[in-house]
């Protein structure tokens, strides 16, 4: 069978996640592939619609990686950001996604180490779910229709 | 403002559920303000309507619309040309957009996606409470301007029930007592001696005893 390789959207903030993200890689420090990196000025500027619109378009988890709490360039960006993340969550419960494909998670800019291990976990914490259930739908529409068999 | 919040997705999903083409459109006003039905929560509940009926093998077509006020005709007209291409509307505006979209759209089926609460303002970010019952004749004036009819859970007019305590109302502590507001706020001003006048029975034809209320301004009528 197959490996199911997700796709994970990182939202990761340029003061913090995204110079950690930077730092791992300058350690060497492997971490999955899997994870694509989208660099925001602060982890306050992702947009609930931003969280749905990743798992929308087939993304099958998503990360928004902000400060320490206290930390945050811009004070309390990363306190809002939070509250997005637990507000979305709510949404994917309704429809039946599993709120867990979306986390927030904070570091600082010296943090590769917690980057990596981070983006390692919630990549094997992703496979174990699954694939994206909205993911598998429009793959399945998109795929050509079966060939008709002969008997 | 308008106060509005948005219907569980269950609710929205079962009114359309047989439907492939919706306009959903929202209002830029007081239900912008309220995060309930703006432009933003538009976007969000097209994204999760589109998540739900792909996950269960469906294909939906949705127009995302939001109009300057969805209570106005002139602004509601602007659905005209896309009102054919769909099987359905569903309106994030509060009540009064809703019929205003039935209103010019006959022959359209018409669902809400938000349940109109009430008159209010923000007290902060993401809190809105009840500030004006829309009596039709206001007490303000007599009230060091707080209103005993939005905000008392009895809507008494003369002073606190027996259910005040520690400035709190018995309903729930969350709850100010108004007429523990309004002593306060006539005592700031110097003029408590307005507690001691009488306020009448209230006349609720004003409210909605007399049925459903009409403004007509003549200089202004067509």
């Known amino acids: 069978m197959e490996t199911f390789e997700p796709v994970i959207v990182a939202f990761c903030c340029h003061y913090c996640a995204y110079t950690a993200a930077d730092m791992a890689g300058t350690m060497r420090l492997d971490y999955p592939a899997n994870v694509k990196i989208v660099r925001v000025p602060c982890s306050g500027k992702v947009d609930p619609i931003h969280m749905m619109k990743a798992l929308e378009l087939g993304a099958d988890g998503v990360l928004v990686a902000g400060c320490l709490e206290g930390d945050c360039h811009f004070k309390t960006g990363n306190v809002k950001a939070a509250r997005r993340v637990t507000y979305v969550q709510t949404q994917l419960e309704e429809i039946g996604v599993e709120p867990q494909r979306l986390a927030m998670v904070t570091m600082s800019a010296g943090m590769g180490t917690r980057f990596a291990a981070i983006a390692n976990e919630f990549t094997e914490q992703i496979r174990k779910l699954g694939p994206n259930p909205v993911a598998a739908a429009r793959k399945a529409q998109a795929a050509p229709a079966p060939v008709a068999q002969v008997n | ?222």
């Open chain 2, 1 to 222: 403002m308008i106060t509005a919040e948005r219907k569980p997705l269950a609710e929205i999903i079962d009114y359309i559920d047989n439907c492939r083409r919706i306009l959903l459109v929202g209002c830029n006003e007081c239900v912008t303000v309220c995060a309930a039905g703006g432009r933003k929560e538009v976007a969000m509940l097209a994204s999760a309507m589109q998540m739900d009926f792909m996950k269960r093998g469906k294909t939906v077509d949705i127009r995302e619309m939001t109009l300057e006020r969805q209570c106005e005709p002139e602004y509601v007209e602007e659905l005209a040309p896309f009102i054919d291409q769909a099987d359905a509307v569903v309106s994030m505006a509060c009540g009064c957009g809703v019929q205003e979209v039935v209103r010019r759209f006959r022959g359209k089926r018409v669902y809400p996606a938000v349940n109109t609460s009430f008159m209010g303002a923000a007290e902060r970010p993401g809190v809105w409470a009840e500030r004006c019952h829309g009596c039709g004749n206001c007490l303000l004036g007599l009230t060091g301007g707080i209103c005993p009819i939005a905000r008392c859970s009895k809507r008494l007019m003369n002073g606190p029930c027996g259910g005040s305590s520690k400035g709190k109302c018995e309903v729930s502590t969350e709850i100010d007592c108004v007429w523990q507001l309004i002593w306060d706020r006539l005592k700031e001003l110097g003029i408590e001696d307005r507690y001691e006048e009488i306020i009448l029975a209230k006349d609720w034809r004003t409210e909605r005893g007399g049925g459903p209320r009409k403004i007509v301004r003549e200089d202004l009528a067509q």
